[in-house]
Structure formats: C-alpha cells, structure tokens
C-alpha cells in the first residue's frame, strides 16, 4: 500500500473543517491538504448512531420472536456484534489511506462495473430502506410524546434528517458528537430501569439452536450494516494516522452501543404488559414518566443520528456507481432523493413496523456478508501490491468480484435463508436449523473469490 496521492478524480472545491458549508463533490479522492480530525471522533461518530430504537428492536425480537431466553439472547447479541464491530474496525482502516469512500475501495475486487452489485444495493439498502427503518422508529417517539399524527411526526423527523445530510461530512461529525452525551443519558437511565424490572423467568425460550442462530445473524446484520459505510467517516483523516486508533475507535463504538441498548431491549421483551402496536410506547411503557419521555425524546433524535449516516453514506454509494452528475453538490442532491423517497416507504412501514424489522435484519446480513468475504479475500490476495491506481480505472473490470459475490448470495439464500418472506431448501426440511445464511453466504464468497481470482486472466497484479 501507499499514502501517497492517489491518482483519479480529485474531489473540488474548498472545504476543510468547515461546519455549516455544503461539501462539494461527491465521492472523489479527498487531497491532502484538505485532510483533518482525529481518529477519537470516531467513537462517538459510531456510537450515537446506534443509540436508537431499532437498536433496542434488536433484543426484544431476539426473545419475542426468536424465542431465545435473557441469557441465550445475551451471548447472541454479544457473538453477532462482536463479528460485525471487527469488521467495522478493519475496513475503516482503509479510509485515511486511499483517501474514497467504502464503496469506491469496493472496486478494487468488482472492477467498476462489476461494482454495481454491491454499492447499487448498498445505496438502496442505506439511502432508503436503514433510513426508512430508523424513521418509523422516531415518527412512533415523536407520536407518543407529543400525541402528533404519525405522518407529521414521520415529516418532522425526515426533514432534521436530510438538513444534516445536505450539508455533509463535517456536520455529520458535529452533530453526532454534541448528540452523544444526551442520548447516552437517556438510554442509560432506560437501560438500567428495564434490567431492574426484567424477569428472566418469563422467557421461556424455547427457539433452540435455531433461535440463537437467527439472534447471531439479526445482530450482526445489524452491526455489520453500517461496514459498507466504514471509511466514509475515515477517508478525511491524514494518511499518517495510527492504524490501530482508526480500526479501535469505530470497533468500540459500535459494539459497546449495540451490546448495552440490544440488552435493554430483551430485558424489556420479559417485563409483563409490554405488547403495543407501537414498539416505542411497548419499550417506555414501564419506565417512569420523566424517563420514559426523556426516552422518547431520545429515540426521536437517535433516529436523526443514525439516518444521517444512511443517507449521507447511501449517496456515496448511489456516486460510486460511476454515473457522472456534473453538479459540484452532486453528493448533496443525491441526499435530498434518497431522503424524498426513503420518506414513501417509511410512510408504508408504519403499519407491522416488527416483522418487517425481522426480514430487514437478516436481509441485509444476507448481502453484506457474501460482499465481506469477497472484499477481505481481495484485500489478502493484493497485500503486496498498489492497488490505487484501481480506483478510478473505468478500464478495470474483472469479473471474480461479482461472480463470487452472486454465488455466495444465490447459494446461501436459496439453501438457508429462513425469515417470514422465504424460507431455504434445507431450513424446510429442518426448520429448526434457524438461518446460518450470512456464515454460508461469507464462506463460499470468499473461497469462490480465491478461486475465480487465479482464473481471471486481467494482468491486473
């Protein structure tokens, strides 16, 4: 590898630690002299993302729907993350030293066009189906709190979301930062009255095996989500920066916010009298009333912390397709889609908000694990080798990338999915396997790439 400039599209304009200024460009290389931060910010740049409701959702579909016991629930929730917070800290690595974001670094494997498959379903999945997510959670706080229509407090909590994401890098940082100490107050006042008055009785369990594995794979779907966003929030620091700091921060931030608030919610999950048609009210239900608003209030902004990240990030991947916009706030304008129609779809999930969540979760380990195993097998097969020169190179187009990736998908889907929508050829005949498609779904990825690598005759090395 090499910290020097890496040739290619240059990203424009002016920018530097500038808070409330648009950022220009789009998924360009950032120079050098515009390069800034510490690699510490990334703690709370992972952290207040993930202080959320659809964090806490985690836990309570690992006993409610999963059928797992507290502490079943708990080693899951612990195992899951563990694996998708190492990743996070890994790819992040990357960013200072290239300079682009997650998805432009995916074309060293994919090839430009082959590429498309990743970061074209990354900017689906981020820019409209996370931000949808996270929006019915805050539109349902907001709901409760101030007795708001569902729909004006779905309006309220998308326009915060997009002003943010409109104006960029440097905002997103900020805001993330100052958001911290608020939410981690408020969820550790949640968090410690729900483990006083869990019952660990009163999951029964009952899921088995099957059950642990669906928790392992919903908490690393869910930890694993933000790893094609990894170095978006890296790609602005100096090339020079600790190695072990950049992969730390993000690393910890993740898996101790995950941990703590996925906890809470499988504790709440066993407290009497917590069913409701909106899982917000469900989980505040029996708090105290100061807590249980300060709660709410956190849920809404934990909302705006995390989608943020999903639209800003859902850009970069919607650039790194390659389609040229020559607007020089072309970044900015994509956000502004994606949050348009990220809105649509929140409004129709606001009906059986806790099944869709479920699907979502697995889903999304479905592809980003399949992606991994490709990404980190290239990464290995080129450690000797410059690889920058690749970045830019609408010439390069290998075809193992996306070969691997597809038969990683199609093999561990169509074999071990197992969710409400589709249920695999082996999970039929044994239904209490549960879902080990991301770990299929990984291995096979990673092992047809090694293979398919030797065979592809592109003279890139």
């Not at 690595?93 to 066009?113: D, E």
Request: neutral net charge.
């Amino acid at each position: 590898m090499t910290t020097g400039t890496v040739p290619g599209e240059v990203r424009e304009g002016h920018y530097g630690a500038k808070v409330t200024a648009v950022e220009p460009g789009g998924a360009e290389f950032i120079p050098l002299d515009e390069r800034h931060g510490r690699p510490l910010d990334l703690f709370w740049t992972w952290m207040s993302p993930n202080l959320e409701f659809a964090t806490v959702f985690v836990g309570v579909i690992s006993v409610l729907y999963f059928q797992q016991t507290l502490w079943q629930a708990v080693l899951g929730i612990v195992v899951g993350t563990a694996l998708g917070s190492a990743t996070q800290g890994l790819l992040s690595v990357r960013g200072p030293v290239y300079g682009v974001p997650q998805m432009v670094l995916s074309r060293i494997g994919f090839g430009f066009l082959g590429n498309i498959l990743p970061a074209g379903i990354n900017s689906v999945v981020a820019g409209i189906g996370w931000f949808a997510v996270n929006s019915v959670s805050g539109a349902f706080a907001l709901t409760t709190l101030l007795h708001l229509p569902k729909l004006l407090s779905l309006v309220i909590v998308v326009a915060a979301q997009v002003v943010v994401a409109f104006f960029g890098h440097n905002l997103v940082h900020v805001f993330e930062r100052y958001a911290f100490p608020v939410l981690a107050v408020c969820f550790l006042l949640a968090t410690v009255y729900s483990l006083a008055k869990a019952d660990p009785a009163a999951a029964k369990g009952g899921g088995g095996i099957g059950g642990f594995l669906l928790t392992v794979g919903a908490a690393f779907g869910y930890a694993a989500g933000w790893n094609p966003y990894a170095a978006d929030y890296t790609r602005y620091l100096r090339p020079d920066s600790d190695r072990r700091a950049v992969a730390l921060w993000p690393a910890l931030g993740i898996f101790i916010s995950c941990v703590v608030l996925e906890v809470a919610g499988a504790a709440s999950a066993t407290i009497a009298g917590g069913a409701s048609d909106n899982p917000t009210a469900a989980f505040t239900g029996h708090l105290p009333t100061v807590v249980a608003d300060l709660t709410l209030l956190a849920i809404a902004v934990g909302a705006v912390s995390a989608n943020v990240l999903n639209i800003y990030s859902g850009a970069m991947s919607f650039l790194a397709l390659g389609i040229r916009l020559p607007l020089r706030l072309r970044r900015a304008i994509v956000a502004i889609t994606f949050g348009v129609i990220g809105f649509f779809l929140a409004w129709s999930g606001l009906s059986d908000a806790g099944v869709k969540y479920e699907n979502f979760l697995l889903v999304i380990s479905y592809w980003i694990a399949p992606w991994l195993g490709v990404y980190l097998t290239d990464w290995y097969l080129r450690r000797h080798h410059r690889v920058e020169g690749l970045l830019f190179d609408r010439r390069h187009s290998p075809w193992a990338g996306a070969a691997a990736m597809a038969l990683g998908m199609g093999l561990s889907i169509w074999l071990f999915s197992n969710q409400t929508e589709y249920h695999g050829l082996v999970v039929r005949s044994h239904p209490g396997l549960g879902d080990i498609t991301f770990e299929v779904g990984f291995a096979v990825a990673a092992l047809a790439y090694a293979l398919f690598f030797r065979l592809q005759r592109s003279g890139e090395r």
